[in-house]
């Protein structure tokens, strides 16, 4: 019995590791190239507002004992000639910094059992050079981990000026405190560096996985395995399950294996599988979005009216021969069905339809009862980070359950109807509720620039670039000419 459950428990991991994605990220070398860019501007900017904790030291000059503190120190320039970035296949990314220089301030202040002095320490760092490695990976709750996998640092000279105190100390000072100077930063710098990619990693880890599309839907963004780091680019593989609010129970099928295409000309691509769509069709369904009713209102502002169907349906016409509005009823009695071939997006919409005239009394007068099939072609537009959808009717069949008529030759005619109820009145209203859009990444301060969609069998493919804006106002742009 217990070689059994093993076995289960061996397949059930199995089944776990292999689980396919519904979406898919891959950041190119130009990806990480424009990222590397916009990180050590921002780098630049955090090293700039740094505060450092203080550091004393004692020092013997011929039979004097000289004890110091230097305190306040602040870095009022630094320079990163030299940047590069690259991936490490199998563990993460590479980020190196060459030629750097940088100018601290700060004060001094000394003791000797002769005197106290005092003054302020510029201090000039040159050649400094830092590789440091990043380890990409997943965490048990299906966030991305970054930690440090490794920190190399060299300095080639650091050199001191001192001002304030009596010149005599200056000499004695500045080339006892190059030294200890020169120690403190290759003892805490890597330290430092570290600290920081540990609070990037707890950020990370309270980053919320499932995002909030509108009030019908959600999507699970969480990784179902740990990021894949080749030589030119890292995957990311997404649930990419859409949910509806409130009810997260996965769909009853399961996403495709599907692949990007080898291509490294945009900084990113999104992988989006027809399981993405088909659990939002059926999430949007679970939470009644595709139940729709055409009130008088709206029938009023179409001009859906009696006038439309009198002809098939004689005995609504009223004997004063007024317009009336007309009223409908229509509820999806299954999820729509999503189909992606080459360069086409298709949503098949099955439901039933109540039609009723709106007296001038403000009651109902019954028209008919059906059920109808809609063939609608899907175009599919990119707005900063989100997927739109907007549906266009192509095909429309009507099947009367209780029909006022129930002559075959009236069917023309009342499909005619419900196409130009179904355009003018009902696909805008979905349209309307998809025009929130399906967010496809949930980066700050980032837009996608210049997407390109092309839709395979069975996923699409989103080639783009990325443009990020800082928050003070200014902003970097990299397009696929850059």
Not at 112 to 117: Q, R
Not at 212 to 232: C, G, M, N, R
Not at 380 to 396: C, E, G, H, M, N
Request: hydrophobic residues 40%; glycine residues 6%; charged residues 15%.
């Amino acid at each position: 019995m217990l070689k059994v459950w093993y076995s289960f428990l061996l397949c059930l991991l199995a089944l776990q590791l292999e689980a396919n994605p519904g979406l898919k990220v891959r950041i190119t070398q130009k990806g990480l190239d424009y990222g590397k860019t916009i990180g050590m501007e921002l780098l630049k900017q955090a090293v700039l507002k740094e505060t450092f904790p203080s550091w004393s030291g004692q020092e013997t000059f011929s039979v004097v004992k000289v004890s110091y503190v230097i305190s306040r120190l602040r870095i009022d320039d630094v320079d990163f000639p030299e940047t590069s970035a690259s991936f490490i296949p199998g563990t993460g990314i590479s980020l190196s910094v060459a030629h750097a220089s940088a100018t601290i301030s700060a004060d001094w202040r000394m003791n000797t059992w002769l005197l106290k002095d005092q003054g302020g320490i510029t201090v000039s760092i040159s050649g400094l050079f830092i590789a440091v490695i990043f380890e990409v990976s997943r965490d048990s709750t299906g966030h991305l981990s970054v930690l440090l996998h490794n920190c190399q640092l060299s300095i080639n000279s650091v050199k001191v000026k001192l001002n304030g105190g009596s010149s005599w100390i200056y000499s004695f000072l500045s080339g006892y405190i190059e030294k200890p100077i020169q120690t403190e930063l290759h003892k805490n710098l890597c330290l430092n560096i570290k600290h920081k990619i540990q609070m990037m990693d707890g950020q990370l880890r309270k980053h919320q996985v499932l995002s909030q599309i509108d009030a019908f839907a959600q999507i699970d963004y969480s990784l179902v395995s740990s990021p894949t780091v080749f030589k030119s680019h890292i995957n990311l593989d997404l649930k990419g399950t859409v949910y509806p609010v409130g009810n997260h129970t996965d769909p009853p099928f399961v996403p495709a294996p599907f692949a990007l295409p080898d291509q490294g000309d945009s900084m990113l691509y999104l992988g989006v599988s027809s399981y993405f769509l088909k659990s939002a069709s059926l999430a949007y369904y679970r939470a009644g979005a595709f139940n729709i009713t055409v009130s008088e209102e709206l029938a009023t502002t179409f001009n859906l009216s009696t006038a439309l169907c009198k002809d098939f349906v004689p005995e609504i016409a009223l004997s004063n021969g007024t317009v009336c509005p007309v009223l409908l009823k229509l509820m999806a009695t299954s999820p729509p069905v999503v189909s992606l071939n080459a360069d086409r997006c298709i949503l098949q919409i099955t439901g039933s339809v109540e039609a009723f005239a709106v007296l001038p009394n403000s009651t109902t007068h019954y028209i008919f009862t059906g059920n109808l099939t809609a063939s609608t072609r899907a175009n599919l537009t990119i707005t900063k980070q989100k997927l739109i959808i907007s549906l266009l009717l192509k095909r429309l069949q009507v099947y009367l359950l209780h029909p006022t008529l129930g002559l075959s030759e009236q069917m023309s005619p009342m499909e005619d109807f419900l196409s130009y109820a179904l355009r003018s009145a009902v696909i805008p209203v979905i349209n309307d509720k998809l025009g929130k859009g399906f967010p496809l990444l949930n980066l700050a301060h980032t837009t996608l620039t210049g997407p390109v969609i092309k839709i395979e069998k069975g996923h699409l493919v989103i080639s783009t670039d990325i443009h990020y804006e800082h928050e003070e106002g200014g902003d970097e742009d990299l397009d696929s000419h850059s």
